[in-house]
């Protein structure tokens, strides 16, 4: 089936992941030359991470007291989408500075250098990300997170920096939940070092937005997200069965929402939807879409237009966009099992069926 230029943009849970442009993606195959992510601390090889990452891991004495479990989930969690993203950024730096087809960087040689150091800092960061949180996982008795096998659709350079800014939009989201759980369980210790990640990873989108002929900074205050949003949205991504343990993350997936409309304009609009059923009686009339979007009270519409064909549903609802007030930036699209308001983006992730579809508009 072929993906389109916009789906590929903004929607991370694909109904087209299976058709790949590459070879799945295998931390087995020792991509990075070092053995990563098994890198003995302190060692040369962390020496040169930390080197191209322009700066360290972290030195100072890890938290007194053992986090509690549902931190440690949080950690699984970050640990297990940080070794997402150096898997991503090693495949697209070495599609770069390889000149793969539909990766060459245009203009003068200078841009196409620049495009490569900055990669390079951007890999070593995350694998920096990962060590650090298997490294607080482990110091507690956890068992590290490992990698999965993994599958990236996108096959040029333009596709591959625009997933990269939506991915990372999740993960600025989702990173306000974990802090705030930090806070909610005591956990305060934990808070400082995650939000130095919340600015860096910030740092990243403004260029990746850039690069795409975007204003940097998207929104005043950034679409929040929920952990189990992004867990489910990473599933699209790995070889089902490939990681080899999953099942330590305690956390909700739900079954995939692909957003159908492309290219959806800064306009109040109707936005089209689908999603695979297991059988009919999945499929009940009292779902809705519910969005979130920047700091505002979540949104629920009625679902319309609803066709089943075989075990695709597919069906619309509106989308309530206002230029001064909602639907700017990140939108996550979930369909819930209730007709009734939302308080907090938790609170919709609570209610989910299917999700997230993510709406980009900008």
Same mark, same amino acid.
């Given at each position: 089936m072929a993906?389109?230029?916009?789906? &590929?943009?903004?929607?991370?849970?694909?109904?087209?992941?299976?058709?790949?442009?590459?070879?799945? @993606?295998?931390?087995?195959?020792?991509?990075?030359?070092?053995? @990563?992510?098994?890198?003995?601390?302190?060692?040369?090889?962390?020496? #040169?991470?930390? #080197?191209?990452?322009? +700066?360290? &891991?972290?030195?100072?004495p890890p938290p007194?007291?053992?986090?509690?479990? !549902?931190?440690?989930?949080s950690l699984r969690l970050i640990a297990f989408n940080e070794l997402f993203e150096v898997a991503y950024f090693t495949e697209l730096l070495n599609n770069i500075t390889n000149n793969v087809e539909g990766y060459e960087v245009g203009g003068r040689d200078d841009a196409r250098n620049f495009m490569i150091k900055a990669l390079t800092a951007v890999q070593a960061q995350?694998?920096?990300?990962?060590?650090?949180?298997? +490294?607080?996982?482990?110091?507690?008795g956890g068992e590290a997170i490992q990698p999965c096998? =993994?599958?990236?659709?996108?096959?040029?350079?333009?596709?591959?920096?625009?997933?990269?800014?939506?991915?990372? !939009?999740?993960v600025?989201?989702? &990173?306000? !939940?974990? #802090?705030?759980?930090?806070?909610?369980?005591?956990?305060?210790?934990?808070?400082? +070092?995650?939000?130095?990640?919340?600015?860096?990873?910030?740092?990243?989108?403004?260029? =990746?937005?850039?690069?795409?002929?975007? #204003?940097?900074?998207?929104?005043?205050?950034?679409?929040?997200?929920?952990?189990?949003?992004?867990?489910?949205?990473?599933?699209g991504f790995v070889v089902p069965g490939s990681c080899p343990n999953l099942d330590t993350i305690k956390l909700q997936i739900f079954k995939p929402l692909t957003v159908i409309t492309a290219n959806p304009e800064p306009k109040e609009q109707d936005i089209t939807?689908?999603?695979?059923?297991?059988?009919?009686? !999945?499929?009940?009339?009292? =779902?809705?879409?519910?969005?979130?979007?920047?700091q505002n009270l979540p949104i629920n519409k009625p679902i319309s237009n609803v066709n089943i064909v075989d075990r695709t549903v597919t069906f619309s609802a509106n989308f309530p966009y206002d230029m001064a007030t909602f639907g700017n930036g990140m939108t996550i699209a979930a369909v819930t099992n209730s007709t009734g308001s939302f308080d907090s983006a938790s609170d919709v992730a609570k209610a989910t069926v299917f999700g997230p579809g993510l709406i980009e508009i900008n």
């Open positions: 993906c389109s230029r916009m789906a &590929l943009a903004i929607v991370i849970r694909l109904a087209c992941l299976t058709a790949v442009f590459a070879a799945p @993606f295998s931390f087995k195959d020792n991509p990075l030359g070092n053995g @990563f992510p098994m890198i003995v601390q302190p060692s040369d090889a962390l020496t #040169v991470i930390s #080197v191209n990452a322009h +700066g360290s &891991l972290p030195n100072s007194p007291n053992k986090p509690s479990a !549902d931190a440690l989930t995350e694998e920096l990300h990962v060590l650090n949180a298997n +490294g607080a996982i482990t110091h507690f096998t =993994y599958n990236f659709p996108v096959s040029n350079i333009n596709d591959a920096i625009t997933l990269a800014q939506t991915f990372t !939009d999740v600025l989201g989702t &990173l306000q !939940d974990v #802090v705030s759980l930090f806070g909610t369980d005591g956990d305060t210790a934990l808070i400082r +070092g995650v939000s130095s990640v919340i600015g860096q990873e910030g740092e990243q989108n403004g260029w =990746y937005r850039t690069f795409l002929g975007k #204003v940097p900074s998207a929104l005043p205050f950034l679409t929040t997200s929920t952990r189990e949003f992004a867990f489910s949205a990473l599933q939807f689908s999603v695979e059923i297991a059988k009919d009686s !999945d499929w009940m009339s009292s =779902y809705s879409i519910t969005y979130i979007n920047q």
